[in-house]
C-alpha cells in the first residue's frame, strides 16, 4: 500500500508518526460491513467495493457511502444521482476483489465484468449474488478533499436471505482508510 499522508490535527506532545500510526489502527477496528455499491450515468454501469455504508436515518430511510474523490464510481453517482448496494454472504468473500478497479461495461443488461446482475428502480446495478440490496436515489451529498459522501433515499430493496451470515470487514485480511 502507497505510504498515506499525515493529517492533522495532531494532540499537544503527540509525536506525528507515532499518533498517526495509533489513530489509524484505532480508526481500522470500527466494525464494518463490506459492500459492493453499485452505480450508473449516461449509459455506463460500475461496481465498487465499499465498507464505509451504513443507515444514517429513519424519517425518510437514509443510507450514507463514502466514495473517493478520484474513483469512477463517485463520477457516477455524481452524474446519475443513483447507487445500489448488494449486501455478501460471508462465504461470497472472494468477490470484493474483483471490483477493486473500475469495470468494463459491454451494454448486457444482465451481466457486469462476467457477474449477473439485475437493476431495481433506479437503474444502478445488483449482485444477484447478494443476499440483500437496496437501492436508493442521492438526496443529499457532502464532499471533502479525499471522499464524498453521498446520502441516499431508499427507493426499493430485496433480500434472498439476510438473516444469515454476512459479509464484514473482519472477515478479510484487508484494511481500507486510517
Ligand atoms: C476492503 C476494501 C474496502 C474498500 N472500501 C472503500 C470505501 O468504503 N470507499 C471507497 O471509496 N473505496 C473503498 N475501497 C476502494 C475501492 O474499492 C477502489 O478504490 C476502487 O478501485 C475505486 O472505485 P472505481 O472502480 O469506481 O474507480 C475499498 C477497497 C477495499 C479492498
Known sequence: MAELEKVGPFPAGAEPD?????????????PTGLYVLGSCAGGRRNLMTLNWATQVATDPKVVAVSVESGAVTRDLVERGGVF????LRRDDRAVVRKFVKPLEDTG??????GHPVHAAVTGAPILDQAAG???CRVIERTAWDS???FFGEVVDCGEADVSGELLRMEDTRMSYGG
Do not use: F, M, N, Q
Open 18 to 30: 507515532e499518533y498517526d500510526r495509533r489513530r489509524r489502527r484505532v480508526l481500522w477496528s470500527l
Open 147 to 149: 471522499h464524498t459522501v
Open 84 to 87: 445500489s448496494l448488494s449486501i
Open 133 to 135: 440490496w437496496l437501492d
Open 108 to 113: 448486457d443488461p444482465d451481466s457486469l465484468a
